[in-house]
């Protein structure tokens, strides 16, 4: 498998063709994927916001001063309302804000950004990420660069252990996973659990070549990866009433005092 950054995409503003952009500078053949960073699927899309735009409500004061209290920084009740704006859910919040956004996606702070946002507050998650890309995928088409699989990706981190890591929150043109039940393992026992997310491994592989802060490269072509003949699905999001952890963070409160 081959991964290669696409470089030397400018600063993405509001209304920019991503896939006019890649298909510019990269060389994409069919069956390749293409990862796109979230920040510059959203920059496109406008999704900047200032937090002078979030009248707080007495909800966002009540998590702000709480949060406050417990870390022992000041928060501000305005980026508070903004995450209560982009999420369905609110899973934890204290000592920190653990949300589900529209889409689906479990994250920290709705995966509402703050850096690298030039003339802005806030840069917040794509509305519909796999509208995204199943639009960018139909942009590089009409570039004449057919049958490129296309996968949104964000960095979040992860339960247990230290450090972000690529996810998939949007993709086109690629299941979500591949299903390994019911397949032999090397001692001919059969698999009963197993199903590999694809999408999030090759978004990992990509969050390799495109590094962090400001050395960032939003967008990158993964060339000889081979999905297999195991059965597809495009299932990512795991379902409430399948979801233990989420069914016992809804009776979990957070009852530590100051740090």
Known sequence: MQLEPVTDLPEIRPGDDLAALVADRATLEPGDVLTVASTVVSKAEGRTANLAEYPVSGRARELADRIGAVTGEEKDPR??????????????????????????????????DRSNV???????????????????????EEHGLEDVAVIVTDTCGRPFRHGQRGVAIGWAGIAASRDWRGEPDR??????????????????????????????????????????????????FRPVEDDLIRQALRQWAFEGGEH
């Open 187 to 236: 001692d001919g026992r059969e698999l009963g659990v197993t199903v590999q997310s694809v999408v999030d491994e090759l978004a990992a592989a990509a969050n390799l070549v495109t590094g962090e802060g400001a050395d960032g490269v939003p967008a990158v072509a993964i060339r000889d990866w081979e999905f297999g003949d195991l059965p597809e699905s495009d299932e990512l």
């Open 79 to 112: 980026f508070a309302q903004a995450v209560l704006e982009e999420s369905t859910e609110l899973l934890i919040e204290c000592p920190f804000m653990l949300t589900e956004t529209h889409f689906g996606h479990i994250c920290v702070n709705a995966g509402i």
């Open 118 to 140: 030039p003339g802005h507050d806030l840069l917040l998650l794509p509305r519909r990420p796999t509208e995204s890309a199943e639009r960018i995928r139909a942009g590089l």
